[in-house]
Protein backbone atom coordinates (compact mmCIF):
# COMPACT_ATOMS: atom_id res chain seq x y z
CA UNK A 1 0.00 0.00 0.00
CA UNK A 2 1.22 3.03 -0.87
CA UNK A 3 1.56 5.75 1.77
CA UNK A 4 2.96 9.20 2.30
CA UNK A 5 4.00 10.99 5.83
CA UNK A 6 4.56 14.56 5.69
CA UNK A 7 6.34 15.95 8.66
CA UNK A 8 8.69 18.91 9.70
CA UNK A 9 5.53 21.47 9.42
CA UNK A 10 5.32 24.46 12.52
CA UNK A 11 5.32 28.07 13.29
CA UNK A 12 8.38 30.16 12.49
CA UNK A 13 9.18 33.76 11.76
CA UNK A 14 9.33 35.69 8.79
CA UNK A 15 12.82 34.61 7.25
CA UNK A 16 13.26 31.63 9.16
CA UNK A 17 13.19 28.66 7.59
CA UNK A 18 12.04 25.09 7.99
CA UNK A 19 12.62 21.39 6.04
CA UNK A 20 10.17 18.88 5.67
CA UNK A 21 10.22 15.72 4.61
CA UNK A 22 7.77 13.28 3.19
CA UNK A 23 8.42 9.70 3.94
CA UNK A 24 6.96 6.83 1.17
CA UNK A 25 6.46 3.58 2.30
CA UNK A 26 4.61 1.17 -0.07
CA UNK A 27 7.47 1.47 -2.92
CA UNK A 28 10.44 2.50 -3.83
CA UNK A 29 12.09 5.76 -4.34
CA UNK A 30 13.86 6.07 -7.76
CA UNK A 31 11.18 4.90 -10.47
CA UNK A 32 8.33 8.40 -9.60
CA UNK A 33 8.27 12.12 -9.76
CA UNK A 34 7.84 13.28 -5.78
CA UNK A 35 5.99 17.11 -5.82
CA UNK A 36 5.19 19.23 -2.88
CA UNK A 37 2.04 21.20 -2.77
CA UNK A 38 0.79 23.85 -0.93
CA UNK A 39 -3.18 25.15 0.34
CA UNK A 40 -3.49 28.31 2.33
CA UNK A 41 -7.32 29.36 3.53
CA UNK A 42 -9.12 30.52 0.89
CA UNK A 43 -6.95 29.85 -1.83
CA UNK A 44 -6.80 26.94 -4.84
CA UNK A 45 -4.26 23.98 -4.44
CA UNK A 46 -0.23 25.14 -6.12
CA UNK A 47 2.34 23.39 -7.39
CA UNK A 48 5.70 24.08 -5.14
CA UNK A 49 8.52 21.81 -6.40
CA UNK A 50 8.67 18.53 -7.88
CA UNK A 51 11.54 15.74 -8.62
CA UNK A 52 11.69 12.86 -10.34
CA UNK A 53 13.93 10.64 -8.06
CA UNK A 54 15.78 8.70 -10.98
CA UNK A 55 17.90 11.61 -11.77
CA UNK A 56 17.15 14.45 -9.39
CA UNK A 57 15.59 16.57 -12.09
CA UNK A 58 14.20 19.39 -10.08
CA UNK A 59 11.09 22.36 -11.23
CA UNK A 60 9.67 24.83 -8.84
CA UNK A 61 7.36 27.61 -8.83
CA UNK A 62 8.18 31.36 -9.90
CA UNK A 63 7.25 32.04 -6.00
CA UNK A 64 9.68 30.11 -4.33
CA UNK A 65 12.86 30.02 -6.89
CA UNK A 66 15.83 30.48 -4.77
CA UNK A 67 14.03 30.39 -1.19
CA UNK A 68 13.14 26.62 -1.42
CA UNK A 69 15.08 23.69 -2.41
CA UNK A 70 14.22 20.03 -3.00
CA UNK A 71 16.24 16.66 -2.45
CA UNK A 72 15.66 13.20 -2.22
CA UNK A 73 17.69 10.12 -0.60
CA UNK A 74 16.90 6.88 -1.89
CA UNK A 75 18.27 5.09 0.67
CA UNK A 76 15.46 6.67 3.06
CA UNK A 77 12.80 6.69 0.88
CA UNK A 78 12.36 10.22 1.59
CA UNK A 79 11.81 13.24 -0.34
CA UNK A 80 13.06 16.73 1.56
CA UNK A 81 11.46 20.48 1.30
CA UNK A 82 14.23 23.09 2.78
CA UNK A 83 12.53 26.34 3.09
CA UNK A 84 14.68 29.46 3.61
CA UNK A 85 13.49 33.72 3.89
CA UNK A 86 9.84 32.14 4.70
CA UNK A 87 7.40 34.97 4.43
CA UNK A 88 4.08 35.08 5.42
CA UNK A 89 2.70 34.04 1.90
CA UNK A 90 4.14 31.38 2.31
CA UNK A 91 1.85 29.79 4.88
CA UNK A 92 -0.66 26.88 3.99
CA UNK A 93 -1.04 23.44 4.23
CA UNK A 94 2.02 21.22 2.61
CA UNK A 95 1.55 18.08 0.58
CA UNK A 96 3.98 15.58 -0.87
CA UNK A 97 2.08 13.21 -3.69
CA UNK A 98 3.51 10.79 -5.98
CA UNK A 99 3.23 9.57 -9.84
CA UNK A 100 4.78 6.59 -11.10
CA UNK A 101 5.07 8.43 -14.62
CA UNK A 102 8.13 10.75 -13.43
CA UNK A 103 5.88 13.20 -14.34
CA UNK A 104 6.63 16.55 -12.74
CA UNK A 105 3.92 18.66 -13.93
CA UNK A 106 3.30 21.33 -11.03
CA UNK A 107 0.18 23.30 -12.49
CA UNK A 108 -1.67 19.59 -12.96
CA UNK A 109 -2.67 18.29 -9.13
CA UNK A 110 -4.23 15.36 -11.40
CA UNK A 111 -1.10 13.88 -12.67
CA UNK A 112 -0.42 12.95 -8.94
CA UNK A 113 -2.00 10.07 -7.71
CA UNK A 114 -1.18 9.48 -3.97
CA UNK A 115 -0.99 12.32 -1.42
CA UNK A 116 -0.01 12.42 1.69
CA UNK A 117 -2.26 14.28 4.44
CA UNK A 118 -0.55 17.63 4.95
CA UNK A 119 1.37 19.16 7.15
CA UNK A 120 0.40 23.21 8.48
CA UNK A 121 3.52 25.54 8.26
CA UNK A 122 2.60 29.30 9.34
CA UNK A 123 4.82 31.98 9.35
CA UNK A 124 4.15 34.95 11.47
CA UNK A 125 5.81 37.26 13.91
Known amino acids: QVQLVESGGGLVQPGGSLRLSCSAS????????IAWFRQAPGKEREGVSCITTNDGATEYADSVKGRFTISRDNAKNTVYLQMNSLIPEDTAVYYCAANFFRLCVLRDDQVFDYWGQGTQVTVSS
Open 26 to 33: GFTLGYDA
